[in-house]
């Protein structure tokens, strides 16, 4: 077993969509005590466990957050599809810790390292700073992140080393790091008992006889001598994130800074499920009134942040949006598989991406800017019939009948209704007959078709059915 874990140490904060890097001195508080804090708070000289009074007093301009469990365990596992993304088996450990278990994914990485830092890197792209711990044992590893000690390893570690190793650096790690009561760890600490080395050192017997039975329990967990189950969880079937401001947001940049983040959220979301969004719906809200709701479609599915971007940004310039918004919110309405994505090509060296413009680009705009139902598409029908083989397609249609009809074939898009009657002697026939007869159970009919080139230069789609010549339409 390889199990990483993700501890976010100030996801309490980061979670509010600011970087507590760039806010004044701010806490969070649990029971009027400090649970949380930023590095500014700390230079002013704050520390965790203080009273609020306390706190007040050394940064006269504090900004205080009340803590909330309830809502912590629900962002922790809106960011599970950033793990879920390079391995299946994801646990969530309360309050800020993810964990991995990727002995299985290694090979497919190309190693641990490539793995530690796509991890890192989607956190960081999200918001979150984070420090991974590496181990045998879930236990283990969250020691090893909780107190920032890294585990040197080879790029395809085996069970032994993994073990050797980690439990080696374990020895040299503070006791104030373990998963245990309070009242054990002073306790340890009265004995001269403060790194996990000398604890583990400890004949077993003799600590059983002087702490409960729970003490060698976790000893066995950390050493991977007795089994440390996990729950293991999956990406929501929806997706639908927000994020709330304390702090309300009075321009357009900063309000697609946030957007960005939730798109990006969306992102990780789709590629854990290997689906991509046909419709999406974003929700700015005020403070004091029910604000507005931007829905954006997509005429295939999309998978990338920039096209999402682009064309939320689009719809929403024909909205009027609140002059402070403290809450924006983004819900994937309807997603689909991804065989209608486009394709991705790679330049003659094959160091760029070039993304082809689908003609679906052109259709995304068009909606964003002018409305659903701006355009129509032309879509098949199942009849033989030219005047009946197409019918017109409105976009909140299409993706959920019969595929539009992008690519020109056979038949040509300008047909004539009805028939014009043409002579002969001025058409040159190039290609056919192609004979088609249908319509048996309304006026059958059977006509011979060919495509056929105007003394004009035009290139026209005739058919004799036996009466006479008819154009029915024109190639463009």
Known sequence: MLWLCAHLPQMGLEMFGKSPEHQPATVVVDERKIHLMNAAAQEAGITLG???????????????????????????????????????????????????????????????????????????????????????????????AHAKVSTPLPEHPDAKTVRDTALERLREVSLQYAELKASDVERLFNM????????????????????????????????????DPQKYVEPAERFQSDIHLLDPVL?????????????LEL??????????????????????????????????????VPSILEFSELALDAFELPKEVISISLEATRVDSLLNTGTVEKDLLGTHEVRPVLPGDLLDRLTARLGIDSWQLLRNMNDHRPEYAWSPSTASESGRSSSPFFTPGSRPLWLFEPPLPVKRKHFELLKGPERIQSGWWECDFSRDYFVALHESGSLCWLFNDGEGWFQHGYFS
């Open 50 to 144: 203080s009273s609020l009074a306390t706190a007040s007093s050394l940064a006269p301009d504090l900004v205080c957050y009340k803590r909330d469990e309830k809502a912590e365990k629900e962002y922790l596992e809106k960011i599970i599809p950033i793990a879920y993304r390079l391995t299946p088996c994801v646990s969530v450990s309360l309050p800020y810790d993810l964990m991995l278990e990727v002995s299985g994914s290694i090979r497919l990485f190309d190693g641990l390292t490539r793995i530690v830092r796509l991890l890192q890197r989607s956190l960081r792209h999200v918001g979150h700073a984070s420090f991974i711990g590496i181990a045998h044992t879930p236990s283990t590893a969250r020691v090893l």
């Open 192 to 227: 001269g008992i403060r790194e996990f080395g000398e604890l583990l050192d400890l004949p077993p017997h003799e600590l059983g006889k002087r702490f409960e039975k729970g003490l060698l329990e976790y000893l066995k967990r950390l050493t991977g001598t007795a089994f």
């Open 251 to 263: 321009d357009r940049q900063s309000l697609e800074e946030h957007m960005e983040r939730l798109a």
């Open 267 to 304: 992102v990780y979301w789709l590629q854990s499920r290997q689906l991509g969004v046909m419709e999406a719906l974003w929700t700015f809200k005020p403070f004091d009134s029910e604000g507005i709701s931007v829905p954006v479609r997509f005429s295939h599915p999309r998978t990338r």
